[in-house]
């Protein structure tokens, strides 16, 4: 009796065990079917790179050639909350700037008169002391009154304060034309509204006298540069030819 129990119970036992495992695979033979790839997303745009501050900070450093502002910074670009005043034409060994050339230029004679002679002395490289010399000397110039009476608008640069550059300052800017070019195109192409010329293919008067004991034109003539070649002439003072002034720094006073 025992023996048919016991067997009963095992039959019980293998049943359901195997409607277990009936469920079990039915359920584990459902395929799973995975659904497509989808587009990738399309690549961000890369973010604007910051500037670096040191570069910023060099890149206003005075140089030849570059706007000179108001606020003692200098570039090769134009900045529309900056105000101009000229452009830098010579830097101190400390890196400060020595002296800039004005923004404008006008056609001037240097003095009246053929026969006008200058009996002053003149230097080939400080045109402030010679523009000086001939005020002192009461010399009727219109070239030399209108760069001591330009004013660039700006306080510090008032009229006054200009003078007729002399033979080799003009050189200088002669053999860096290429920059101040670069310079004067920033200004003229992006925006800037006051006035501005650029250097023309032609002469430009210096305060340098010409002198030599072999001509009787002796003190009757000053030498010119052309600030595109760096060519030189020279010619009588009452020929009209183009002026610009020039303003050298004083750190001192």
Known sequence: MYLKRFLIMIFSLSLIIGVVTSCSNSTGSTEVVEGKDGKDGKDGKDGTNGT????????LKPAVGKIYYSDGTASYSYFADKKPVGFVVSINADGSVDKIIA?????????????????????????????????????????????????????????????????????????????????????????????????????????????????????????????????????????EHNVRPMYKFHYDE
Do not use: H
């Open 52 to 59: 670096n501050g040191a570069e910023v900070q060099d890149n």
């Open 103 to 239: 923004l404008a230029q006008a056609p001037k004679t240097l003095a009246n008169g053929y026969d006008t002679t200058v009996a002053v002395k003149t230097t080939e490289d400080d045109g402030e002391t010679n523009t000086d010399a001939m005020i002192e000397a009461k010399i009727s110039s219109a070239a030399v009154g209108w760069c001591r009476k330009y004013d660039a608008g700006i306080k510090g640069f008032e009229a006054g304060k200009w003078y007729l550059p002399a033979r080799k300052e003009l050189l200088t800017i002669a053999d860096n034309e290429d920059l101040f070019t670069e310079s004067q195109l920033a200004l003229i192409k992006n925006g800037y509204t006051g006035s501005i010329d650029r250097f023309r293919n032609a002469y430009y008067w210096t305060s340098t006298l010409y002198v030599t004991s072999t001509t009787s034109d002796s003190n009757r003539m000053f030498w010119m540069v052309n600030l595109k070649t760096g060519e030189e002439g020279r010619t009588m003072k009452s020929y």
